[in-house]
């Protein structure tokens, strides 16, 4: 599975996802600009030890990141308000994951050109704006994982 960050603000979340990244053998990428330097304490402290267990990418830009993808590959889009839950959506090995800033979300024109494989993770109360970034890319990256039965699982 692969991971996108799409212009990550907060150290300790980016921290948390590389973490995440490194125990499911998933692929992350970080697409600039970030809020953040790459040497924060912060990002380090969250990612502990394992940063040097991730296999990670960094791309200067979106165009520059969507230019490396596959022409094979589908991307995900998680984002509030999207058509269809995370948990209809059929996920399969080289997915791509894509989550955005933490105050802004995707682009509304990137979800627009995307409708198809714009995902949503369910709310219940109309004052809870957003769950936690890193949250949310372990709740659907699970999800991802259990429909191909955990493959790679240590047992």
Same mark, same amino acid.
């Given at each position: 599975?692969?991971?996108?960050?799409?212009?990550?603000?907060?150290?300790?979340?980016?921290?948390?996802?590389?973490?995440?990244?490194?125990?499911?053998?998933?692929?992350?990428?970080?697409?600039?600009?970030?809020?953040?330097?790459?040497?924060?304490?912060? +990002?380090?402290?969250?990612?502990?030890?394992?940063?040097?267990?991730?296999?990670?990418?960094?791309?200067?830009?979106?165009?520059?990141?969507?230019?490396?993808?596959?022409?094979?590959?589908?991307?995900?889009?998680?984002?509030?308000?999207?058509?269809?839950?995370?948990?209809?959506?059929?996920?399969?090995?080289?997915?791509?994951?894509?989550?955005?800033?933490?105050?802004?979300?995707?682009?509304?024109?990137? +979800?627009?050109?995307?409708?198809?494989?714009?995902?949503?993770?369910?709310?219940?109360?109309?004052?809870?704006?957003?769950?936690?970034?890193?949250?949310?890319?372990?709740?659907?990256?699970?999800?991802?994982?259990?429909?191909?039965?955990?493959?790679?699982?240590?047992?």
């Amino acid at each position: 599975m692969h991971v996108v960050l799409l212009e990550p603000e907060i150290p300790p979340n980016t921290g948390n996802v590389a973490r995440l990244c490194a125990a499911t053998k998933s692929t992350l990428h970080l697409i600039e600009p970030f809020g953040f330097q790459l040497d924060d304490r912060q +990002l380090k402290r969250a990612g502990m030890d394992y940063w040097q267990h991730v296999q990670w990418h960094r791309w200067k830009n979106w165009a520059e990141f969507s230019a490396s993808v596959p022409p094979e590959a589908r991307l995900w889009f998680i984002e509030s308000n999207g058509p269809k839950r995370y948990t209809d959506a059929p996920f399969q090995p080289n997915d791509y994951l894509v989550f955005g800033r933490e105050t802004a979300g995707l682009p509304r024109a990137l +979800l627009e050109i995307n409708r198809e494989q714009w995902l949503r993770i369910p709310m219940f109360n109309p004052a809870a704006r957003s769950l936690n970034l890193s949250n949310c890319v372990a709740l659907i990256l699970f999800e991802a994982l259990r429909q191909q039965n955990f493959t790679g699982e240590l047992a």
